[in-house]
């Protein structure tokens, strides 16, 4: 049995091309080496590799547990984990927090899970025609990806998004029907694995990922009280523990006390204040509330 199939194969030898190319430059090869090092040395990017590996292994060991998974699913996993797992983490991190944002992340999520089936997907084409797609894909995602943070190339965004969905419903289509009409060659079994683990491991990151987003979403919040006015240790003490009780794991709520518009955290100098600070939340929170109420009722 071939350890790779004509979709890695080409992948590899893309990718090979592309660091023989970015190798051959003196200067970025010194810089990207050098960037990348610096990237992974990082403590808190190091935190977030380590802890998501720890968290994603405890599954990967309940399914063996339970015969769910074996060795032979090792490849497959390893490729999650790298091109779809730990991207969507830096999404989550870097991503603003804002209305539908899991939504959003869940279709990241999604979007990223069908292009680990496209490349680990069992059914593949020959290897000239990989070695066309490949690049294709990847340059859609690449737009895709850039677009997506301007807003003058939302045109371009949606686009993209249509051709990458279209493909990942033809892959799937194409896949679907090979292992219902080959299915006494192909070892079902292994194949519909292939084929729902990635689904699967997109779901259950999402706990963890919800988790993430709550600490990168506290430590923004706390690094403003290192700004503004002094204070003492004491009252800084006091304002996390109350924007923690207040705020706990609820994102809306974190999202009302990140916006600067609904009272400026750094502004706070007395123990008076955080109340006053709570309460102005608590009031935008049933502004929001009533006003959702009411355009329900009106839509009735």
């Known amino acids: 049995m071939d ?3 004509n979709r890695e194969l080409a992948i590899i030898i893309w990718l090979a091309i592309f660091i023989a190319l970015l190798l051959c430059k003196k200067a970025i090869r010194g810089n990207t080496i050098l960037s990348v090092i610096k990237s992974i040395l990082n403590r808190k990017i190091l935190a977030y590799l380590v802890s ?3 968290y994603f292994s ?7 547990y339970f015969g769910w998974w074996d060795a032979s699913n090792l490849k497959d996993t390893i490729i999650w984990y790298i091109f779809a797992g730990i991207p969507i983490g830096f999404v989550v991190a870097t991503s603003k927090l804002k209305d ?4 959003s992340l869940i279709l990241n999520n999604l979007k990223l899970t069908v292009l680990v089936e496209f490349i680990v997907n069992f059914f593949t084409f020959p290897i000239i025609v990989e070695l066309v797609i490949v690049p ?32 990942g419903l033809f892959m799937l289509f194409y896949s679907l029907s090979r292992a219902i009409f080959e299915y006494n060659s192909i070892g079902n079994v292994n194949a519909l694995k292939s084929l729902l683990f990635p689904v699967v491991y997109s779901l259950v990151s999402i706990p963890y990922m919800y988790a993430f987003k709550l600490v990168v979403e506290y430590e923004k919040l706390f690094i403003r009280l290192k700004l503004g006015k002094k204070r003492s240790k004491k009252l800084n003490f006091l304002i996390k523990l109350r924007l923690l009780l207040f705020c706990n794991i609820q994102m809306k709520r974190l999202q009302v006390a990140t916006s600067m518009s609904n009272y400026n955290l750094m502004s706070i100098s007395s123990e008076d204040e955080i109340d006053i600070m709570i309460k102005s939340y608590e009031d935008v929170l049933s502004r929001e509330t009533a006003g959702n109420v009411d355009n329900g009722l009106n839509r009735l």
Do not use: C
Request: hydrophobic share 55%; no cysteine.
């Open 3 to 5: 350890i790779f199939t």
């Open 52 to 54: 998501f590996l720890f």
């Open 58 to 64: 405890l599954f990967i060991y309940i399914f063996y």
């Open 100 to 103: 539908g944002y899991w939504r």
């Open 136 to 167: 294709v894909i990847a340059l859609l995602a690449w737009i895709n990806s850039y677009s997506k943070h301007f807003g003058e190339y939302k045109d371009v965004e949606k686009f993209t998004t249509f051709l990458l969905s279209v493909f």
